[in-house]
């Protein structure tokens, strides 16, 4: 039996609509927050959309939510409303940008960054849409932000990460993407494709020793990259270095 404190349970009904010759049944779900009282009693109350209790607390024993389903991860897969405006409107923001209408993309990103001012989706977003239409040192100092932020260098933001340095390579702040994909991987150190970003990065920087050295990283990790294959045939055939 589940030691109850506080947890969401579901419970999912079948009701009837209409009547006679047009009578259909629809199966309804409604989400409980349940406290255990002692061994026989709870303490129910229903959740609204937001996933907050609503109305008083009813007292009822235990074997009147039999029938309900324990929800552990509720809270985790169910956003708030604030993730969901969030989402909201750093889609549309990337919708305007995609359009190259850049001034509706910041205004969209801003109100995301109203909500939530360290999200790295929408600050990335309102760099982007600030440097496409010509203020580039005001972009670059969003850029520079997000590089001060904690939350870029945990796990579950490497993809944005590789996505970050790949901006910050095409606005030519190689020094920081190569910070940036070195970080990314620390985190992931057999993905290859890091070792590619690296070695495009330091080409451009004309360091290609260093490039050379990522290539044949990322064709340890993968030595069926073709990528990585054409890549070095390029810097040989301009000369630029032996490789190791």
Known sequence: MI?????????KEQIRLGCGSTTKFSVIENYYEVEEIDEKRVL????????????????????????FIYCENFYKNNKSVD??????????????????EFY???????????IDHNNLKANLGKGKALYARGEKAEAKKIFQKILEMESLYENKNRLFLIEF????CEKGMFKEAIYIFKEANFIDPEDEILHYHLAQTYFLTKDYEKSFQHLNLALEKN??????????????S???SKPQ
């Open 44 to 67: 129910i109350r229903p959740l609204d959309i937001e996933g907050k209790p609503i109305g008083q607390p009813i007292l009822t024993k235990r074997e009147e939510i039999t029938g």
């Open 238 to 240: 301009h000369n630029h």
């Open 104 to 114: 509706s993309a910041e205004r969209e990103y801003n109100k995301a960054l109203e």
């Open 223 to 236: 030595p069926d990259f073709k990528e990585a294959k054409d890549f070095i045939m390029k810097l040989k």
């Open 83 to 100: 993730e969901q405006l969030i989402y909201q409107y750093i889609e549309r923001g990337d919708k305007h940008l995609k359009k190259r």
């Open 3 to 11: 030691k109850m404190e506080r947890k969401i349970f579901l419970k």
């Open 165 to 168: 340095g790949k901006e910050l």
